[in-house]
């Protein structure tokens, strides 16, 4: 369990896999905020600082290697461990996800234990 709540924002556009995300990280003892599109997420971002960002990679208008990048821009956020979230396994969608900046990549669907894994393993350092 976690020592103090770390605080996680999920952005996906599938209501079905942000609730499940949320559940499972709220259930680990972690505060969780959501957005349903990557505007929203990127709003969320400039807003407040999080411990970890969750975020989704095929979504509309804002996809989450742009919305990645912008979080890098924001400086409340600039260091947090973003966590992309994607049903794309080519290694040229993982290189560019690290492009973006982020740390780690999760295939979805989501096998919760290794979920789990990472952000703990994110909100450690």
């Not at 559940?23 to 400039?46: F, I």
């Not at 560019?96 to 295939?107: F, R």
Request: charged share 25%; hydrophobic share 45%; glycine share 4%.
């Amino acid at each position: 369990m976690l020592v103090a709540t770390k605080h996680v924002l999920v952005v996906d556009d599938d209501e079905d896999s942000r609730i499940l995300a949320q559940r499972v990280l709220w259930h680990a003892g972690y505060q969780v905020d959501t957005a349903c599109d990557g505007a929203e997420g990127l709003q969320k971002a400039r807003d407040k600082h999080f411990d970890l960002i969750l975020l989704d990679v095929m979504m509309p208008k804002l996809d989450g290697f742009e919305v990645c990048s912008r979080i890098r821009q924001i400086k409340t956020n600039a260091e947090t461990p973003v966590v992309m979230v994607t049903a794309l396994d080519s290694l040229a969608d993982m290189a560019k996800a690290t492009e973006s900046g982020a740390q780690w990549l999760v295939n979805k669907p989501y096998d919760f234990c290794y979920l789990l894994s990472v952000a703990n393993n994110c909100v450690a350092h």
